[in-house]
């Protein structure tokens, strides 16, 4: 069953860079300092939307011109982080993260502030939804039922959402207003579906081959 859901995309520090980014391709190019997402198939993803290619290809001659990519667009890379690019801008060590939308929005509303934003770039972000299961062979199934239920309950699922700036997959809490107004107003958190996002594929050779990519990349870079 559908726990959150989310975007990957951008987060930037507008009041450092004295500008706004809408692109992708501006992101890889900048004159600031840049962290990357450790994750193969989402860094793929995008590398391969610049490009002007499916985010999910197979096509070996398509990843390995998105690995070069990748690699001669390296040098404002400050860090290649494991989810924590939130923390990055926090501390002024980034300028621009690749990053999970609700990091980003949970900063901005602990910041208090107005110096942060996040985007989905113009060429396109990975859409994600993260699940709840119940393993074969579980001790206890109905308990794993009950709180399952409890978790997608409209309320319970509507705190949760309003506390980690994820959507919630309750179409109930959104029509009972128990969102709040400025998350479920906002693109970047309830995004419209557009050509735009993408899921990545879950396919053993596509990760595989992602992955050998990635540590390609992370070898030329030194990273």
Not at 164 to 184: F, H, K, R, W
């Amino acid at each position: 069953m559908p726990y959150q859901w989310g975007t990957i995309g951008v987060g930037y520090n507008r009041a450092a860079l004295g500008r706004d980014i809408a692109t992708w391709d501006d992101i890889f190019k900048m004159n600031a300092r840049v962290a990357w997402l450790d994750e193969s198939h989402p860094m793929f993803g995008f590398a391969l939307r610049v490009l002007g290619y499916d985010p999910n290809t197979a096509d070996a001659a398509q990843i390995a011109e998105a690995e070069q990519y990748l690699i001669d667009h390296a040098a404002n890379l400050v860090e290649i982080a494991p989810d924590t690019g939130q923390d990055l801008l926090a501390a002024g060590q980034a300028d621009v993260v690749v990053e999970y939308n609700g990091d980003i929005f949970q900063l901005i509303a602990s910041c208090g502030c107005d110096d942060y934003r996040y985007i989905i770039p113009a060429e396109g972000g990975q859409i994600w939804t993260d699940n709840l299961a119940i393993p074969v062979g579980a001790q206890n199934q109905p308990l794993a039922e009950v709180f399952i239920d409890y978790i997608l309950n409209a309320q319970v699922n509507a705190d949760i959402s309003n506390y980690t700036a994820y959507a919630s997959p309750n179409q109930v809490a959104i029509d009972e207003g128990l969102i709040y107004g400025d998350y479920l107003s906002n693109a970047a958190i309830y995004p419209e579906a557009t050509d735009t996002l993408f899921y990545t594929v879950s396919d053993a050779a596509l990760d595989e081959a992602y992955g050998a990519a990635w540590e390609r990349v992370h070898d030329a870079i030194g990273r």
